[in-house]
């Protein structure tokens, strides 16, 4: 099956500052590769996620970058603010089939200080 | 559109006790997913329903779970007996095909289970 890791399992940065939190992951089939974001209390919730097929993608202030053949992909966030504090989960996996599923890594704290 | 239904939120039990979820996923979403998150860990898969029938059950602990899903809709987890270890939120999840074109999950807020 999948193994994944994610680094850092905490983070803390200043207001306005820049994350980026890296998923490696072991099974070369994997074509999907999601970023989900836990809010304390709440199921998680996707923000990002991005096909094999393409390198990196961006939406506002959150972006996904993807190096296949090293298999990892990280999460950059830029100009963090406060209510981005919460758990990211990396979740990669092989999507389109019935038998879809997602592998999730173990998440990153993120603490985002006023 | 509606999210991913789920109750109780929060349930304590004692050891050995039962316990039961329900889930009511998004209209239309043809697969659903039942996870366990431990507390300070990521979630993991315990089954997997396509429509009515089971894709996924390798990580359910059959001995004392057990999860099914009439007529395709709905679903229930049920746990009999519980063991401590079992303290931890059950998240379910439904999935649809997003704009990447991927099946994206949709999770609910979870069920609490506290087991003393």
């Known amino acids: 099956g999948e193994n994944v890791e994610q680094h850092p399992s905490t983070l803390s940065v200043q207001e306005g500052d820049s994350a980026v939190i890296k998923c490696t992951y072991s099974?070369?089939?994997?074509?999907?590769f999601p970023w989900y974001k836990q809010e304390l209390g709440k199921g998680p919730q996707l923000i990002i996620d991005?096909?094999?097929?393409?390198g990196e993608k961006k939406d506002q202030r959150i972006a996904v970058t993807l190096n296949k053949t090293a298999k990892h992909f990280s999460l950059h966030i830029t100009e963090t603010q406060p209510e981005d504090s919460a758990v990211y989960f990396c979740?990669?996996?092989?999507?389109?089939?019935?038998?879809?599923?997602?592998?999730f890594g173990k998440g990153t704290l993120l603490t985002v200080n006023p | 559109e509606a999210g991913v239904a789920q109750s109780p939120r929060y349930k304590i039990i004692e050891k050995r006790q039962s316990v039961a979820f329900w889930c009511n996923p998004i209209?239309?979403?043809?697969?659903l997913y039942w996870y366990q998150q431990i507390l300070g860990q990521g979630p993991k898969l315990l089954i997997q329903?396509?429509?009515?029938?089971?894709?996924?059950d390798s990580q359910l602990p059959k001995d004392r779970f057990s999860a099914e899903r009439l007529k395709g809709v709905d679903s229930t987890l049920k746990i009999q007996p519980a063991k401590l270890e079992d303290s931890a939120v059950y998240l379910c999840?439904?999935?649809?095909?997003?704009?990447?074109?991927?099946?994206?999950?949709?999770f609910g807020a979870g069920s609490r289970l506290t087991v003393l």
């Open positions: 999840a439904s999935s649809a095909k997003g704009r990447s074109g991927a099946n994206v999950l949709t």
């Open positions: 991005i096909r094999s097929n393409v």
């Open positions: 329903f396509q429509n009515n029938g089971v894709v996924d």
């Open positions: 979740s990669p996996g092989n999507s389109g089939g019935s038998n879809y599923k997602l592998t």
């Open positions: 099974d070369s089939a994997s074509n999907y």
């Open positions: 209209s239309g979403h043809a697969t």
